[in-house]
């Protein structure tokens, strides 16, 4: 096994408790199912947002989804002048059976202008 580190982003369409929730859980979801990941496979989880966002904290939404065991962290991004906004960011660190190459990186909605070369 080796430790990966897998990235992700998505965006919201507004800075409410409820929806960055079913963001969160949308894109937290398709990392875990483009890398046939379990939360057995993770090691920590690295969420951030854009400062345009203070409804609530992502890693909320990833304990609800049965992350309660495995360490959250949230912090913010820095306030670039002209940055995309309400983007929801994380990387998870996992051990893999597998290249670096063949991890999926997974960016959703407008955040696939992030990594036009690692979108999905």
């Known amino acids: 096994m080796t430790i990966r580190a ?3 982003a998505i965006t919201l369409d507004r ?3 409820d929806h ?3 963001r969160t859980t949308e ?4 990392i875990m199912r483009e890398n046939a990941l379990t939360t057995d496979d993770l090691i920590s989880v690295i969420f951030t ?3 345009d966002i203070v409804s609530d904290f992502p890693a909320a939404a990833a304990r ?13 991004e820095m306030a670039v002048p002209g940055a995309l ?16 190459e063949e991890i ?4 959703l909605r407008d955040a696939v202008s992030l990594r036009r070369d690692l979108a999905q």
């Open 15 to 17: 800075d409410e408790r």
């Open 20 to 22: 960055l929730h079913a």
């Open 6 to 8: 897998i990235r992700g």
């Open 104 to 107: 999926s990186h997974v960016y």
């Open 85 to 100: 906004p309400r983007v929801v960011r994380v990387m998870m660190h996992a051990q893999v059976d597998r290249p670096r």
């Open 27 to 30: 894109l937290v979801e398709a």
């Open 64 to 76: 609800e989804l049965g992350f309660g065991a495995v360490p959250l962290m949230c912090a913010q």
């Open 49 to 51: 947002c854009t400062p």
